[in-house]
Every structure is written in C-alpha cells, then in structure tokens.
C-alpha cells in the first residue's frame, strides 16, 4: 500500500476448525505494527468474536516498550495476558511459563539469564532466545487453556515484509486483513492519543541478535548502563559454553561479533555518525525483523546446542 491510501482494514471471516468456530490468539510483540494488530482485532472482539491476547515477556526489552504495552491495554482496554518462560534447568527437559501481572511486566534479565544458564549465549543464527522466551511459551498456554491445535494464531506482520510471511498451519498475519505498510502505520500512530516512545534501533530486546552490528553499536551509546549489565550477563561464569559455536568468547553477533567487538568497532565515531550508517544504508527499511521480534516470524534453525524440548 502507498503512503496516504485511505484502506485500513479488510472484514475478516470466522476461523474454524472441523467446522467449528474456534478461539484466535493474538501474539501481541510490543511493536507498532503488532499493536495495530491488537487494534484491528480488538474491534471484532467488541463486535462479539472470541479473540484472546498474549504477550511473552523476555524481561530484555526497552522501558518505554513495557510503557507502551501498558499504554495500549488502558488506552483500548485489552484483556491482555502476559507470560514468562520458566526454566526448567536440566537439558533435554521442557520448560514451563507463569502469567505474570501486567504491573510486574518490565527490564528483567532473569529469564535471559537462566536461559543462557541451560543452552548457552544466544547467537544471530541461532535464536533460541526467540523459541524459548516466546514460540514455545505461546504454544503451551494456547495448549493448556485452548486444547491443541484448536486455536487459530494472528501475527503482526505486513504485507511490505514479504520474506516474514512464511505460510504455517493456523497462523495469519496482519497482510491479511490489512494492506498498511510501514509508513502506513507510523502516519497511523502519529493520530493516536500515544505512541512508541523510542526509536528503531532500541525496539525489541535491546541487544537482539538479529540486529546489524550498527543498531547494537547505537544502543549501546545510547543505553550504556543495559549494555553493561546484558555484557555481565553473557560472560557471568554461570553461562553454559558450547565449543563448537565459538561461545567461549560471545561471538553473538553478524561478522563475528560479540557486543563488547561491536563496541570496539564505533568507538571512534560520535552517535551522530553511528546514526548515519543505519540511514544510508536502508537500516530502518521495512521486513527487519528488528522492527518487531514475532515468535513465530524469525528463522530460529542452527541451534544444535539447544534441543527442541516442548512436549
């Protein structure tokens, strides 16, 4: 869709299941686009359709992202529920979630931690932290509260994201009721009472490996102290070491990077010239999957040293 098109929205039709009306869960990211999602779906909940909302909290996001998921619950009334993965230390055993109130939600790296603990560091071709944290966390509750398989998934991804929108059994993204693209939402955000108070290099977790190594180095200036503490967090002796993904010295990161190697690249250059390398180059270009870490949107493969453990 171009910048100014006056459609929003497409009535979507009932989901069923074996002829059956079933339950939708929206998987609720943080993200502006994700929250014009939330939006969308909530009108047809109003309207009576059984639509439910999730958010899984890493404890690694940005405080003006825990702000805004907080703004967009009072703002719309959203019945949101929120989870965190639980850890279950052995390897080869599953993990658990606990709902966690929406006043508790907010920057807690625990979670990051005891994941770290278990598979050791995340890494830029093995998101693990997004299947832990996220996918599976999803999944389980959905199976608990909904029965397996008789839920239907909606994720926020646009139509201009064409490689994120990868066709999977009961899952539909935003693309499908709405034909906004990115400039779409942020001109829709700019009508609303609030907004995401931050810019792109800070949404999703802080330091996502899936971030260019320009993004993290841009964090990082701009939020010294949770570089720091995620830095102390990776190389806490506590952190499981797996050789044969070069773990022992953090390599996380594109290019061989750890953060602390990201760092040391820019620190001869001023935020205004970090800046300038994500603007000419495309970095805040549409399809990122820095936009809005969906757990179900990012390829997650190559985690060898994290065994699939949802039962």
């Given at each position: 869709?171009?910048?100014?098109?006056?459609?929003?929205?497409?009535?979507?039709?009932?989901?069923?299941?074996?002829?059956?009306?079933?339950?939708?869960?929206?998987?609720?990211?943080?993200?502006?686009?994700?929250?014009?999602?939330?939006?969308?779906?909530?009108?047809?909940?109003?309207?009576?359709?059984?639509?439910?909302?999730?958010?899984?909290d890493t404890g690694a996001e940005h405080p003006a992202t825990y702000q805004f998921i907080r703004d967009v619950v009072a703002q719309?009334?959203?019945?949101?529920?929120?989870?965190?993965?639980?850890?279950?230390?052995?390897?080869?055993?599953?993990?658990?979630?606990?709902?966690?109130?929406?006043?508790?939600?907010?920057?807690?790296?625990?979670?990051?931690?005891?994941?770290?603990?278990?598979?050791?560091?995340?890494?830029?071709?093995?998101?693990?932290?997004?299947?832990?944290?996220?996918?599976?966390?999803?999944?389980?509750?959905?199976?608990?509260?909904?029965?397996?398989?008789?839920?239907?998934?909606?994720?926020?991804?646009?139509?201009?994201?064409?490689?994120?929108?990868?066709?999977?059994?009961?899952?539909?993204?935003?693309?499908?009721?709405?034909?906004?693209?990115?400039?779409?939402?942020?001109?829709?955000?700019?009508?609303?009472?609030?907004?995401?108070?931050?810019?792109?290099?800070?949404?999703?977790?802080?330091?996502?490996?899936?971030?260019?190594?320009?993004?993290?180095?841009?964090?990082?200036?701009?939020?010294?102290?949770?570089?720091?503490?995620?830095w102390k967090l990776v190389t806490d002796p506590s952190v499981r070491v797996v050789e044969r993904r070069q773990?022992?010295?953090?390599?996380?990161?594109?290019?061989?990077?750890?953060?602390?190697?990201?760092?040391?690249?820019?620190?001869?250059?001023?935020?205004?010239?970090?800046?300038?390398?994500?603007?000419?180059?495309?970095?805040?270009?549409?399809?990122?999957?820095?936009?809005?870490?969906?757990?179900?949107?990012?390829?997650?493969?190559?985690?060898?040293?994290?065994?699939?453990?949802?039962?």
């Open positions: 869709m171009r910048y100014g098109s006056v459609c929003s929205s497409i009535e979507a039709a009932p989901v069923s299941y074996a002829g059956l009306k079933i339950p939708e869960v929206v998987s609720f990211s943080g993200g502006r686009t994700s929250a014009h999602l939330v939006y969308l779906k909530n009108q047809e909940r109003l309207k009576g359709a059984d639509i439910h909302f999730l958010f899984m719309w009334d959203i019945p949101l529920i929120c989870l965190r993965v639980v850890v279950n230390p052995v390897l080869g055993k599953g993990n658990s979630y606990r709902v966690v109130p929406l006043d508790e939600i907010g920057p807690d790296l625990q979670p990051m931690r005891d994941i770290c603990k278990k598979y050791g560091t995340p890494y830029v071709h093995g998101a693990f932290c997004t299947r832990t944290m996220k996918m599976e966390v999803f999944e389980r509750y959905c199976r608990d509260v909904f029965g397996k398989g008789n839920y239907h998934t909606w994720i926020g991804i646009r139509s201009d994201e064409p490689k994120r929108l990868k066709q999977r059994d009961g899952v539909s993204y935003l693309a499908e009721i709405s034909d906004f693209e990115k400039q779409d939402v942020i001109s829709w955000w700019k009508k609303q009472p609030f907004d995401l108070g931050i810019p792109e290099h800070l949404g999703n977790c802080v330091f996502c490996i899936k971030k260019g190594i320009n993004k993290l180095a841009l964090a990082a200036r701009d939020e010294p102290e949770m570089a720091d503490q995620f773990q022992e010295n953090k390599i996380m990161y594109r290019g061989n990077n750890s953060l602390e190697s990201v760092i040391a690249l820019f620190a001869d250059h001023s935020r205004e010239e970090i800046a300038a390398t994500i603007r000419n180059t495309g970095g805040e270009e549409s399809g990122s999957c820095t936009e809005s870490c969906e757990a179900f949107s990012c390829d997650i493969g190559g985690d060898d040293g994290a065994p699939v453990e949802l039962d």
